[in-house]
């Protein structure tokens, strides 16, 4: 069961890679919780594929390149995948920024019933922030 969960997991990831947002969100169960650090202005809870749809589309509003890559999808027992993923963009303002997140992620009969993200919401803010280059 636990590599089936990296699977499902991978397949989002790999989804959201190509632009399918619909395919990346897929993997949510109705009543799934997505959460993200409050302090981000795409931060909160999101409820259902809708729900982790809008928190795509908020996140991607602050960004004029966006990519998301997988370092490590690890199946951590039965209902848990943990990913690092590598963070490159470049923001509205054109300023460049890199990060690490960390996702945890409780499936249930193959979709998603929770999911919360850690980063460095300092550097990020910082970033969204920063002054245009001259």
Do not use: C
């Not at 590599?3 to 009543?31: L, M, Y």
């Not at 202005?41 to 966006?66: A, D, I, S, V």
Request: charged share 20%; glycine share 10%; hydrophobic share 40%.
């Amino acid at each position: 069961m636990a590599q089936d969960n990296v699977d499902v997991i991978q397949s989002a990831w790999d989804a959201f890679a190509k632009g399918d947002i619909e395919g990346a969100t897929s993997i949510v169960a109705p009543e799934g919780e997505i959460t993200a650090p409050a302090s981000l202005p795409w931060g909160g809870t999101y409820m259902g594929p809708e729900g982790f749809q809008e928190f795509l589309r908020e996140l991607l509003k602050h960004y004029k390149e966006f990519k998301a890559t997988p370092e490590k999808v690890l199946g951590a027992d039965d209902d848990h995948v943990v990913v690092t993923a590598g963070i490159r963009g470049r923001t509205t303002d054109g300023t460049p920024h890199e990060a690490t997140s960390i996702w945890i992620y409780k499936l249930s009969g193959g979709q998603v019933t929770q999911a919360e993200m850690w980063t460095d919401t300092a550097k990020t803010l910082t970033s969204l922030d920063a002054a245009p280059a001259s």
